[in-house]
């Protein structure tokens, strides 16, 4: 047992009973003095630690093994704990006042008094009443228990000491400009980044899954063999996250240190939420990877979907929390020490002090740029209105576009010919004469036909045993020159009839553009027929796109298209999408 100093040395008095207590009694005292004494003299001469010695602290959260924070409120030592204090409306912030450890303690002479070691080597350290099973490692706050220690992956790793097995080399973080640090929460996709929808996202084979249809564009996790990795990944990693569509992470990425992280993951087959161990889930510069596809080690839940899960959450009831650190201040890795021009760059940069003008490596820097390329006067004398090349200390010029060539009939390319291209002064025309134009023509009358729906979808009916027609209107345009017109629909039939070959009549009028006053004339013409492709229609509500015989027209023609039905087919006809079509 560790000897503790007592300040009262009790001598026997008159009437006390001589026995060996009593007389060994201030004896007794005098060893123990003696002995704290020499302990106190043995460390000091050793430089192992300092300790605070007769501390008041806070009986309820500190315990022998207890690291502490002062508390100027109470004007006592009280039981450090991990508290982070958010930025309000923000996902960061930084350790709150409980997290600043000063020290552990060492010995508890009584329940509100205690001996505190601010730094140095606790040997036979006692940590059974702050940590469960301690096991050599670091030593940190936790955040669920003041005065408590926690090993392991947890969250917000703030560092009090090292523990061997025996001995606690005891070293608490005080943060200051080197080593203050930030601390940001995210919440985690956990879905696989797939354009599939559902169980398609995923292939479970031999209690192992792979991701399908892996999409870039798509929140979540990505095999680790993905081509927007780059080959980054670490040799294991099974899954990688998808940076590309979580951006505010990326932009602070990665931990400093790189296992300054941890990942709580809750969902119903971890309610009460889990720490993911260490070596499932790394970090590295590059990114956050996943090392194990087995079928209860993967991000999402298993079975995917989860069955369990509300239809309305698309995380599947499972919600994954990544906490991380950021130091604010590190070492010249993080921070421009200086900044110098480059002695070989042709374009040379001269560094200043923004306040004075006079050159400057450090403090409120401004760059000046100076040109110091030189024109190569090998350059055609014409087109030369764009830098195009630099080579060495000389710059050449060149067109703004290199050559330009059309990839239609219709554009006709005017300049001067490179080739298939042109260059130079550029001329562009559009031929709107030629190829083909589609355009949608205009209903114009019904007789005896009705617009219905079918499904949501609107379409006009020819009903059955029922003479019926409609008129469509196309007015082309003066540009068009001369041209085939044919009539293009998706043609509906409702009923199964196998015998049937349904067929709706086309007659046409073509009104053309008069040189003079011209009498109208509202005769029509046969075309030929919208014939169903096959014979009989095999299910109802069946379509099928068709085409009718061509017309010849030319540019600025009014025509007028009559399309009727007339036929022993059982069900109703119906027009769902109607197009014209003009080729030359």
């Given at each position: 047992?560790t000897?503790?100093w007592?300040?009262?040395i009790r001598?026997?008095t008159?009437?006390e009973s ?11 005292s005098?060893?123990?003095r003696?002995?704290?004494?020499k ?5 000091l001469?050793a430089?192992e630690?300092?300790v605070?010695?007769?501390?008041s602290?806070?009986a309820?959260?500190t ?9 100027s409120?109470?004007?006592?030592f009280?039981g450090?704990?991990a508290v982070?204090?958010f930025t309000?409306?923000a996902n960061?912030?930084?350790p ?14 009584t329940s509100?008094?205690a001996n505190i070691m601010i730094c140095?080597?606790?040997r036979?350290?006692t940590?059974t009443?702050?940590i469960t099973?301690?096991s050599?490692?670091?030593?940190y ?16 790793k ?13 070293n608490?973080?005080?943060l ?7 601390h940001y929460?995210f ?9 599939a929808t559902?169980?398609?996202k995923?292939t479970?084979?031999?209690?192992k899954?792979t991701i ?6 798509e929140p979540?996790w ?6 927007s990795?780059g080959?980054?990944a ?5 899954f ?6 979580h951006?505010?992470?990326?932009d602070?990425?990665p ?8 990942m ?7 309610p009460d ?10 970090a ?5 990877w996943?090392?194990d596809?087995?079928?209860?080690q993967c ?7 989860n069955?369990a899960?509300?239809?309305?959450l698309?995380t599947h009831n499972?919600q994954?929390?990544l906490?991380?650190t950021k130091?604010?201040?590190l070492t010249s890795d993080?921070?421009?020490?200086s900044l110098?021009p480059?002695?070989?760059s042709?374009?040379?940069?001269e560094?200043r002090n923004?306040?004075?003008g006079?050159a ?6 401004c760059?000046?740029l100076e040109n110091?390329l030189?024109?190569?006067?090998t ?8 830098v195009?090349?630099?080579d060495?200390d000389k710059?050449r ?6 050559t330009?060539?059309?990839a239609t009939p ?7 010919a490179l080739?298939d ?11 709107e ?5 589609e355009g ?8 005896n ?11 006009v009916?020819f009903?059955a045993s ?7 209107k196309?007015?082309?345009?003066t540009?068009?020159g001369?041209?085939?017109?044919k ?14 070959t349904p067929?709706?009549?086309v007659?046409y009028s073509?009104i ?6 011209s009498?109208?004339s509202?005769?029509?013409t046969a075309?030929?027929?919208?014939t169903?492709?096959i014979?009989?229609v095999?299910v ?5 796109e068709?085409e009718?015989?061509?017309l010849?027209v030319?540019?600025?023609d009014l025509?007028?298209?009559?399309v009727?039905?007339?036929d ?11 197009r014209y079509?003009?080729t030359?």
């Amino acid at each position: 047992m560790t000897a503790v100093w007592e300040d009262l040395i009790r001598l026997i008095t008159d009437g006390e009973s001589v026995n060996a207590a009593n007389t060994n009694r201030p004896t007794r005292s005098l060893v123990n003095r003696t002995e704290f004494l020499k302990n106190l003299i043995q460390t000091l001469r050793a430089g192992e630690a300092l300790v605070l010695e007769g501390q008041s602290v806070d009986a309820s959260t500190t315990w022998v093994g207890s690291p502490v924070y002062w508390d100027s409120s109470t004007s006592k030592f009280t039981g450090a704990k991990a508290v982070i204090d958010f930025t309000p409306g923000a996902n960061y912030g930084h350790p709150g006042p409980e997290a600043m450890v000063r020290g552990v303690v060492v010995e508890k002479p009584t329940s509100t008094t205690a001996n505190i070691m601010i730094c140095g080597l606790w040997r036979d350290a006692t940590l059974t009443s702050v940590i469960t099973t301690p096991s050599a490692g670091m030593l940190y706050l936790t955040s669920a228990d003041s005065g408590k220690l926690a090993q392991g992956n947890i969250l917000g790793k703030i560092q009090v000491g090292y523990y061997d097995g025996t001995n606690v080399f005891v070293n608490p973080v005080v943060l200051g400009t080197i080593t203050d640090h930030v601390h940001y929460k995210f919440d985690l996709t956990t879905d696989p980044a797939s354009s599939a929808t559902g169980a398609a996202k995923l292939t479970l084979t031999s209690g192992k899954y792979t991701i399908n249809s892996a999409d870039v564009t798509e929140p979540g996790w990505l095999p680790a063999s993905h081509a927007s990795f780059g080959g980054h990944a670490p040799s294991g990693a099974k899954f990688g996250y998808n940076f590309a569509e979580h951006e505010e992470l990326w932009d602070v990425w990665p931990p400093q240190p790189l296992d300054g992280f941890s990942m709580e993951l809750t969902g119903p087959s971890t309610p009460d939420g889990i720490i993911v161990p260490d070596g499932v889930v790394v970090a590295d510069e590059y990114g956050l990877w996943w090392m194990d596809d087995c079928e209860s080690q993967c991000p999402w839940e298993h079975p995917y979907p989860n069955p369990a899960a509300d239809p309305n959450l698309c995380t599947h009831n499972r919600q994954m929390v990544l906490w991380l650190t950021k130091l604010s201040h590190l070492t010249s890795d993080l921070m421009v020490t200086s900044l110098k021009p480059c002695s070989d760059s042709p374009i040379q940069i001269e560094v200043r002090n923004c306040v004075t003008g006079e050159a400057a490596s450090t403090g409120d820097l401004c760059l000046y740029l100076e040109n110091f390329l030189t024109y190569d006067p090998t350059d055609p004398a014409d087109q030369t209105v764009a830098v195009k090349e630099i080579d060495g200390d000389k710059y050449r010029t060149g067109s703004v576009l290199s050559t330009i060539k059309s990839a239609t009939p219709r554009l006709n390319v005017a300049g001067t010919a490179l080739g298939d291209a042109f260059v130079g002064d550029i001329t562009l025309s559009l031929d709107e004469g030629t190829g083909e134009v589609e355009g949608s023509p205009e209903l114009v009358a019904l007789n005896n036909a009705r617009q219905e729906v079918i499904q949501g979808i609107p379409y006009v009916e020819f009903p059955a045993s029922r003479e019926s027609e409609i008129v469509y209107k196309i007015a082309l345009p003066t540009t068009l020159g001369t041209a085939n017109l044919k009539l293009c629909v998706w043609m509906l039939c409702s009923t199964v009839d196998l015998a049937s070959t349904p067929a709706l009549p086309v007659e046409y009028s073509r009104i053309v553009t008069p040189s003079s006053p011209s009498a109208l004339s509202n005769a029509f013409t046969a075309l030929g027929n919208l014939t169903w492709p096959i014979t009989g229609v095999t299910v109802g509500n069946q379509y099928a796109e068709v085409e009718s015989p061509t017309l010849t027209v030319s540019g600025g023609d009014l025509v007028l298209l009559k399309v009727s039905r007339s036929d022993s087919y059982s069900g109703n006809i119906g027009l769902l999408k109607v197009r014209y079509v003009t080729t030359p």
